[in-house]
Structure formats: structure tokens, C-alpha cells
């Protein structure tokens, strides 16, 4: 290794060596080895106590409690009501006694009777209308020679007194709920309209029926003397409002 003067310089002028310029022995550097190792060791130390206190600070982040609250909403339901009203006089307090215009039948006759349906005032939901006619389980001679059938029309409240219920009523136009134009049915017989009109609530509409009876001209003289009852359900069925 060259030596120069500004090398000597400094040896002469401070009296002593430096330390780069001295000779290292073994042990010197076995002692500068474990102060570097020492030196990294507690570097790796610092960083590992960092780390985990930056693992600790995010834990610590998720589990914080959270504040809570809820309300709660009531909800109200009542149902309506549905209830149906029938008349054949224009009182709708009357009986349900259909009353027929004759006298005594004879055969080749025929008798009418009005019947009108509506809803109650208080009736809050629409219905759909239908006529069951019950029939006779053991008929005599008259009731199992009788003929009916009937037709029906939507009125207003004020056409209820002038209603006319006769031979008129059963034409080729009419909406027959029993029988035809030319046809009629067995009044012995159980049947059930073919037609389901329509009540509108709180008595904002009524639907008037018109029927017929007959005994025919071929009728069995047996039948003299003899009565026959027979009854007809009106029911209805509640609609759910259209959206």
C-alpha cells in the first residue's frame, strides 16, 4: 500500500496513528461482527414491534361497538261489510213472499211476480249476484206439472215503483236467468242462474227479475184443487274492489 506524505504529515502532527491506518487483530473484528449482528437484530425487533401494533390498531378498529335503534310502524285493518236487501213490493222491509197476479190457474195459464235485489246502504264492497231455484222434493200433481222461467235487468232506484213485470219482459232482447224465449223449466227441478250480475255497493245499483209460471194446457186434471210452493235463493258473493 503507497504511503503518502500528507499520510506521515498527520502521524508526525497529532503524535498518534489513526484508526483506519492501524492493523485490526482477530478480535477487533470478531467484536465489530457481533455489534453489526447486534446492530440488525434490534433493527428487526423495532420493525416486528411496529408491525404488531399495526395489526392491534386495525383489530382494534373492527370490534368498536356500534349504537343501535329501531322504531316501529302500527298498521290498522277493519273489514267491510256486505249484506244484500230483496223486495217485491218497492219496500224493502216487506217479506220475501213473491206474490203472483192471478186468480186460480187453469191449465194454459201463466202468472208473473217482480223480485228486486240490492245491497244494504251500509255495504261497503261490490257483489256478484246468483238465483238458485230450490226445487220440490215430493211434488203433487200441481207443482210436478208447473213451468217457470225467469229474466232479469239492471234498474235504478226510481224505476223500482214503475216496473213492469208481464209477457212484455220475456223477448228475444231479454237476459234470461231460467229458460229461454221459447223454452222453460221444470219447477220441480233444482237449477241455478247462468248469469252472475253485478251489486254495487251501499244500494247504488238494483238488479230486477221477472218470473214466469205456467201451467201447461196438457196438465193432468189430478191437479184441480191443489196448491204448490216453491222457493228461490238469491246469493252473492262479495268482489274484491278493481286497483
Not at 26 to 40: D, I, P, V
Request: proline letters at 5%.
Amino acid at each position: 500500500m503507497p504511503f503518502h506524505f500528507s499520510s506521515l504529515r498527520r502521524l508526525f502532527s497529532t503524535g498518534r496513528v489513526p484508526d483506519d491506518a492501524r492493523p485490526v487483530s482477530r478480535r477487533q473484528m470478531r467484536q465489530r461482527r457481533r455489534n453489526l449482528q447486534r446492530r440488525q437484530l434490534r433493527g428487526r425487533r423495532i420493525k416486528a414491534i411496529l408491525a404488531g401494533g399495526l395489526v392491534f390498531g386495525v383489530g382494534a378498529t373492527a370490534t368498536v361497538a356500534a349504537w343501535t335503534d329501531n322504531e316501529t310502524a302500527d298498521g290498522s285493518f277493519e273489514a267491510g261489510t256486505f249484506n244484500i236487501e230483496l223486495s217485491i213490493d218497492d219496500q224493502w222491509t216487506s217479506t220475501n213472499e213473491m206474490t203472483f197476479d192471478s186468480a186460480p190457474m187453469f191449465p194454459g195459464s201463466k202468472v208473473y211476480a217482480p223480485v228486486f235485489v240490492r245491497t244494504s246502504p251500509d255495504t261497503s264492497i261490490a257483489g256478484a249476484l246468483t238465483v238458485r231455484g230450490n226445487g220440490i222434493d215430493s211434488p203433487n200433481a200441481m207443482a210436478g206439472a208447473l213451468k217457470y222461467r225467469a229474466v232479469t235487468q239492471n234498474i235504478s232506484a226510481g224505476d223500482v215503483s214503475g216496473f213492469a213485470c208481464g209477457a212484455g219482459n220475456f223477448n228475444g232482447s231479454a237476459t234470461y236467468v231460467f229458460g229461454g224465449e221459447s223454452s222453460t223449466v221444470a219447477l220441480t227441478t233444482a237449477n241455478t242462474s247462468t248469469n252472475e250480475p253485478t251489486l254495487e255497493a251501499a244500494s247504488a245499483s238494483i238488479q230486477a227479475y221477472c218470473f214466469e209460471v205456467s201451467l201447461p194446457s196438457d196438465a193432468s186434471t189430478n191437479a184441480q184443487g191443489q196448491s204448490a210452493t216453491h222457493t228461490w235463493t238469491f246469493d252473492a258473493e262479495s268482489v274484491a274492489p278493481e286497483n
